[in-house]
């Protein structure tokens, strides 16, 4: 083999501009969550109707969700590096907005602009580290590093927005990413390349279209399912929704066959390592997202910790995050990443069987060690369905087929909240019923019987001795659907987890040139060898 074959190693520039490529990666996924500790302020302040400020949190994810694929492709045609320099633009300056919104309606308009921008950034800061990064030891150790960044950006921005607004006001929690996006301004033009598809063909208006009208009604439909399942029971609408998201969906995906330069190219999922992957990350989301917003409300409701505190104690889980996505990063050199992304399935099957074992008289321990194993396990297994994702894909379509991923991921959370969320209310909805005193008076037991945050509400307008047995029935009910949801993650994760390991066993990562590296990965897939 003459040295032409032999892979570019990346050096101090590509490292450094890593850690650029990193920035954005964090704070896409922070905004998911920085807002969730400043809505008691913003509801202060702005005064928003119930209905207005389930769209300030929600807008900002809906959109992302839904002009994923769009950017993602679109990147691969303009430039990953343009499109990167855009929506650092538009992120900054919706930020600027938001933070000074005097208005219900102003902050909307800026979350909608910022899920806007969001949805550049993640596909693009992806694509890039593919071009970028070469050597597929390299490649591994980069996407693992972004990856680390993109999983931690969750959890880190409850935190920051918790101490952010005990010391100033709720809209500093927009003008953190100020600074960074100014950074990545000056930074990328220097040490990040451009690349795009020297062919990309026609840009498909149309597509774009029925991509969005797929991936957003389906999204607020399983959301919307969600919350009336927690309240009184299915409506129609949402139903309509998802069903009208499935149709367009298919009709998209029919397009995309039917056309010489799709949107995306769903041949890429006739690839096993491709599709088991993307398959891999939207189970482990799922059934991480169903527990995990149960879990935060434990740590309040239950166990009476501050919701700054409650924040804080997430930071184990990001530290086992992190050392799981090292584990997988090693030891892929020696085991195949069937096998490692199963493993860490597993691991986190185990994690969730820990929680199912959780009482409300527990402490703070017993949610930590199922966490800290699930956090373990998720690392190992995220960081190599991201690789295998990138890895797979051509590197003109990189951009398109981290999209895919991340549009994957936006499903999974959803539809785990919805599915498993639903459960959760059900059980605790049956078994508080049952336990209610008779002395609770008829509009009390109404709201303790919905919601454990009712019931907390509710106890603080009883007397003692009828609060305590209240609250004390409407936790171990709480528990009881955390229970039972923890047990059907676990049973997924486990059937993942067999699935993943059977259907990747003979995938093999080959230490090879760029080009030479996908046809075999390609090659080992269809063959089966």
Do not use: C
Not at 265 to 292: K, M
């Amino acid at each position: 083999m003459g040295n032409d074959l032999l892979p570019d190693r990346a050096g101090t520039r590509e490292w450094v501009g890593l850690t650029v490529l990193t920035l954005p990666a964090l704070l896409a996924s922070m905004d998911l969550s920085v807002l969730f500790m400043a809505a008691p302020a913003v509801s202060a302040d702005l005064e928003p109707t119930g209905t207005q400020l389930l769209w300030i949190m929600d807008i900002y994810g809906f959109l992302m969700a839904g002009l994923l694929l769009t950017m993602g492709t679109l990147g691969d045609r303009i430039g990953r590096r343009r499109l990167l320099i855009i929506g650092a633009v538009a992120f900054g300056l919706a930020s600027l907005l938001a933070a000074y919104s005097t208005t219900s309606e102003m902050l909307i308009a800026a979350r909608a602009l910022l899920g806007i921008g969001g949805a550049t950034l993640a596909p693009s800061t992806l694509a890039l580290i593919r071009h970028m990064f070469r050597d597929d030891r390299q490649r591994r150790t980069a996407i693992a590093v972004w990856t680390g960044a993109f999983s931690s950006g969750f959890p880190l921005g409850s935190i920051i927005g918790g101490i952010l607004v005990d010391h100033f006001w709720w809209g500093s929690v927009f003008l953190i990413n100020i600074p960074i996006m100014v950074l990545l301004l000056i930074l990328a033009p220097l040490l990040l390349p451009e690349y795009s598809d020297p062919n990309p063909g026609r840009f498909d208006l149309v597509s774009v279209a029925l991509s969005m009208a797929a991936v957003l009604p389906t999204i607020w439909g399983l959301k919307k399912l969600a919350e009336d399942l927690a309240e009184d029971g299915l409506r129609v609408p949402p139903l309509v929704a998802v069903a009208a998201g499935l149709l367009i969906g298919y009709l998209f995906v029919r397009r995309q066959r039917s056309r010489p330069d799709p949107l995306i190219d769903v041949g890429l999922f006739r690839h096993r390592a491709f599709a088991a992957s993307i398959g891999s990350n939207t189970i482990l989301i799922l059934a991480s997202a169903g527990v995990g917003f149960l879990v935060v409300q434990y740590l309040q409701l239950v166990l009476g910790y501050r919701p700054f505190v409650a924040a804080l104690w997430m930071l184990p889980m990001v530290t086992a995050n992190v050392i799981g996505i090292a584990v997988g990063t090693a030891v892929v050199r020696w085991v195949r990443p069937g096998f490692v992304v199963g493993t860490g399935l597993a691991l986190m099957a185990v994690g969730f069987g820990l929680l199912t074992q959780l009482d409300a008289a527990d402490s703070i321990t017993s949610v930590l060690a199922g966490y800290a194993v699930l956090g373990l396990g998720m690392g190992m297994a995220i960081t190599l369905a991201y690789g295998l994702v990138v890895a797979t894909a051509p590197p003109e379509n990189a951009g398109a087929a981290a999209a895919m991923n991340e549009t994957g991921s936006e499903f999974g959370g959803a539809l785990g909240i919805a599915t498993l969320g639903s459960v959760a209310t059900a059980v605790y909805q049956n078994s508080v019923g049952n336990a209610l005193s008779s002395d609770l008076p008829a509009e009390a037991a109404a709201a303790a019987s919905g919601t454990l945050g009712g019931a907390v509400a509710v106890a603080e307008d009883l007397p003692a001795g009828l609060a305590d047995r209240l609250l004390d029935d409407a936790r171990d009910a709480f528990v009881q659907g955390i229970n039972v949801t923890a047990a059907i993650g676990s049973v997924f994760l486990v059937v993942a987890a067999v699935v993943i390991t059977v259907v990747l066993r003979k995938v093999r990562l080959v230490e090879s040139s760029q080009t030479e590296a996908s046809a075999r990965v390609d090659t080992d897939i269809e063959a089966g060898n």
